[in-house]
């Protein structure tokens, strides 16, 4: 059967190598090894600049890893056509790839920044770059198989563990290494070099003498021009990043900087209100963020008030309204990236806007993630803030979800409230009912409001291709006890306000009752119902 099977499928003749076959192979099994590490680095990256750019990261990685799957198929029926002259087609392959690959965040970056779609592009390179990968096995199974045709199922063993084992180092590399060393365009340009290196030695050195003397001159000078296209990408990279970052931002960037959590920028005059930017979404803006801490804060601190914890609430701007009342005697703010306070405590415009709330004694800062802090916490918070990113944005479900705020009430002291931000009314009212319905399943009793601006774009963020706000703009609020329905209304002895009243708040209690739909299911987990 296997003579027969020989009859049929010619072997090809063994190329002659520059070294001995088993080393031979075990560069070819190398190759693999670090090809299928750039590949997984190529996908990780399109996944998180998605999420960043796009947001609701589960539908960005669903189209990658589905779209590039289904690419890698196609590629490897392509296959077929370049095993005839595999030397040359792998070469050309892994060029392709490395070009593609290295440079697709930073195309991605500039499709967000000066055309405002990228999902067409992430579609594209997801698309291309499946295809390429898909190619490698076939063409490597070829290459592997000039050197020797003995043992054919131990020669697909050895190649799909050496592409399995470098996905896994791709995989652990982009996390800890690259991302947070490099960033992902520079990142993305290194990984795209080594693939062209990796690509580029196997095939003009180990299988040089499979190629003719042209082949070999146009590998090399391709060779070369793509290594000097990601050198140069490399070395302009910052001048890019900055140039986009003003075609996002506008010319009035003031701070940029990336935390191991997020960017932060911060834009405005020097001498004017600062606008703050996580991750591309606005996340305070300076013109009237008065409007929405004043009313999350001060229809909370109705009541006993002396310690307040804030969950989230890094820029300051909520313990400004906290430390308002003096019979308040702690502030215990909880915020994940310590790189957002730091700016608060440090920046002028900034700490200027917050009413250097840090410098007060009365202030503790935890940096350390909302959900798991609180597993740990003692009780006895009269009031509970929960100023937090908006529940569209996939990393933060978990802290709209029925488990976090059955966690919030075991921190509460008798007769305490919650305050919770929970996106807009107008724009989105099935995620702010959805965050109602939460809480009332963890046992809460809800009272509904929100707070108007004419312009802002506070949760739901700009409008990223210009970066200017949406108008008008709504902030869905909840004031909740546990086990009772909190009457909405203001401390007597509040400070005075710039844009709150009882009236106020009676009306927009009004208008936000309004919108109110079909019960609808909470929030948990497993079962996580915002979608941005």
Known sequence: MIDRQEQLSPPQSAVCLPVRPDAGRFLVLAAVFVCAACGLVYELELVALASYLIGDSVTQASVVLSVMVFAMGIGSLLAKRLRCRAAVGFGLLELTLALVGGCSAMVMYAAFAWIGESRVVLVAFSLAIGVLIGAEIPLLMSLIQRISRRDAEGTVADLFAADYVGALVGGLAFPFLLLPWLGQLTGGLLTGAVNAIAGGSLVLWLFRRDLTPRSRGWLLVANVLVLAVLATATALVDDFERAARRAVYGDRVRVAVHTDIQEVVLTGRPSGPPDLFLDGRLRVSGRDEYRFHEALVHPAMRGPHARVLILGGGDGLAAREVLRYRSVTSVTIVELDPGVVRLARTDPALTELNDRAYRDPRTRVVTEDAFSWLRSARGGYDVVIADLPDPGITPSTKLYSQEFYGLVARVLADRGRLAVHAGPVTSRPRTYWTVDATLRAAGFGTSPYRATARASGFAAGPDRATGRAFEPYDWGLLLA????????????????????????????????????????????LVHPRYTE
Not at 482 to 511: F, M, Q
Not at 517 to 523: C, N, V
């Open 481 to 524: 006890a546990p086990g009772r329905t909190p009457e909405l209304g203001l401390d007597p002895r509040a400070p005075r306000l710039r844009s709150l009243s009882r009236a106020v708040l009676a009306a927009e209690a009004w208008g936000t009752e309004r919108t109110r739909g079909r019960d609808l299911p909470p929030s948990t």
